[in-house]
DNA sequence: ATCTTTGTTCGTATTTTTACGAATAACGAA
DNA sequence: TTCGTTATTCGTAAAAATACGAACAAAGAT
């Protein structure tokens, strides 16, 4: 017997993009892929202070949270973000956050 | 001698809000309270299938994020939004999730 | 085929988050 | 003062996030 279920799946869908942003780093990635069509890991990284393996787990995070995607341009991976649910998100906390 | 700070304190601040929205828990109590105007903590743990005390710490991170505020009314305690850091996180975010 | 460049994945350590029940605190009511 | 109600804090355990360097993978250039 499964207990009535309080939270909705957007309130997990949301949480979960929030989750993805809710890192300075990640933070960063986003708003500079936000201001400017895409970029390499290699443009984050010459300007991050931490390391390349650290980046890359960032960006994965955000790629699996579906906020970002990549493209192999060998042998450099360009990301950019994934506009599609860069818009259903902002439809969301535009709703969420107040009219 | 200090590194070049590439994060913004902007960057900061709106990942701490959106960490503290990162959780389906901490979603819910947020998505209730925008839409009624307050509530007790009773109210949510009636509700939500976790322990009181867990409740407790989620509205605890809402709070020292500062996008909730929590008013003694002895016995009980009325949380509310932060209307003003709500406001500045509506904007911010309207900004950086796009046009 | 080997080298170089670009990033990711692996292994691991540390810190933080999440969760629970028990104990405690605050305060009004009896 | 003692009791009941409402929540929080404490102590603790388990899971997840964060970070690093070393090892590895992919593909174009030599």
Redesign the interface.
């Known amino acids: 017997m499964k207990?009535r279920e309080?939270?909705?799946e957007d309130?997990?869908k949301?949480?979960?993009y929030?989750?993805?942003?809710?890192?300075?780093?990640?933070?960063?990635i986003?708003?500079t892929l936000?201001k400017q069509s895409c970029c390499y890991s290699g443009d984050l990284s010459e300007?991050?202070?931490i390391a390349k393996s650290t980046l890359s787990q960032h960006l994965k995070e955000l790629k699996d949270a579906g906020l970002i995607q990549g493209e192999t341009e060998a042998p450099k991976i360009k990301y950019c973000l994934n506009r599609e649910n860069?818009?259903e998100?902002?439809n969301f906390?535009?709703k969420?956050?107040?009219d």
């Open positions: 207990l309080v939270i909705t309130q997990k949301f949480a979960r929030a989750k993805a942003m809710g890192h300075p780093i990640r933070m960063y986003l708003d936000s300007v991050l202070p860069w818009k998100a902002r906390y535009q969420f956050l107040g």
